[in-house]
């Protein structure tokens, strides 16, 4: 026995925590700015409500420097990967819920901006955050419509509220 397991020992013992039992930290958000409530939004709204969702995530560096435009099942590890090769602080500035070509078309939607591989400007870049933004929060008020769908009742003026199918988790 080493000194300092003896010395571990001694103290009372350590032991290894399995991979799948860690907690990630608070700073496992570190990617997105903490007044930036859209973002947050999107990614506790969809990860308490599915399995593994697919993202498309909106990644800008110095603010008006070019957005990527990329796709990850965990976009703030993926973003952490990406923070390695880049000077500026990379922060998350919009997030999508994706299908698997959502990100393609993305792409050729903004090809004309492309500035380099998954990387877009070209004076573009608040124009792609707004919309992606603005997409964003479609999808959640779509998505909260389906499981509570409201009818208007125009002779009393209210509304009713249809309970959500079973298997469905609330909003």
């Not at 909106?58 to 965990?74: E, L, S, T, Y």
């Not at 973003?79 to 999508?96: E, K, S, T, Y």
Request: glycine share 8%; hydrophobic share 40%; aromatic share 6%.
């Amino acid at each position: 026995m080493t000194s300092r397991n003896a010395a571990r020992r001694h103290r009372g013992g350590s032991r290894q925590v399995p991979r799948q039992e860690r907690v990630r930290p608070a700073l496992a958000i570190r990617h997105i700015d903490p007044e930036d409530a859209p973002v947050l939004e999107a990614l506790s709204y969809w990860r308490q409500r599915l399995d593994g969702p697919l993202f498309v995530y909106f990644v800008q560096g110095a603010p008006g420097g070019p957005v990527k435009i990329g796709r990850a099942r965990d976009p703030v590890d993926r973003v952490a990967g990406l923070q390695c090769g880049n000077p500026d602080a990379l922060l998350i500035r919009a997030l999508l819920l994706a299908s698997d070509d959502a990100e393609q078309r993305l792409h050729t939607r903004w090809a004309h901006a492309n500035v380099l591989g998954e990387w877009f400007g070209g004076g573009d870049e608040d124009t792609i955050i707004t919309l992606a933004r603005e997409a964003s929060a479609w999808q959640i008020e779509e998505h909260k419509a389906r499981i509570f769908p409201v009818h208007h009742i125009a002779d009393h003026g209210c509304a009713r509220v249809t309970p959500p199918r079973p298997g469905w988790r609330s909003a």
